[in-house]
């Protein structure tokens, strides 16, 4: 089995300039043709992962529904001041996600919260 290292492919500076720097405009360019969708995140060739439409239009769900109920902001020391999250504190293996860090989730508004605490008590009456 020959699994390929995403974390360098996704380095290539070629494909990706600047790619230590966050710059989620980047994609928005056109015209890369060996890269049609951005990311080798499933896989590439006839191998690729035929779920990978379902997938990311899932988590375009989750994460629009997230936006929309809540305020993401820092976190503030002791002394008010923000603690900055370093993007780079991750776990490392052949799968990575970033470790836990602080932030605080507040409802956008009391009709938001109502919207969410209605929508968890259906999904709790069909479980």
């Known amino acids: 089995m020959i699994i390929p290292c995403i974390w360098n492919m996704h380095r290539n500076e070629k494909e990706f300039p600047n790619s230590y720097t966050f710059d989620p405009e980047r994609f928005l360019s056109q015209g890369v043709e060996s890269l049609v969708d951005g990311h080798y995140s499933f896989g590439f060739g006839r191998r690729k992962c035929p779920g990978q439409h379902l997938a990311a239009k899932s988590v375009w769900i989750a ?38 860090f602080p932030v605080n989730i507040v409802p956008r508004s009391a009709a938001h919260l109502e919207t969410i605490m209605s929508s968890h008590e259906r999904t709790q009456i069909r479980v």
Request: proline share 8%; hydrophobic share 35%; charged share 20%.
């Open 63 to 100: 994460i629009v529904q997230l936006l929309w109920a809540f305020n993401i902001e820092p976190c503030k020391d002791a002394s008010g001041n923000v603690i900055n999250v370093d993007p780079e504190n991750c776990t490392s293996g052949l799968t990575s996600r970033p470790n836990d």
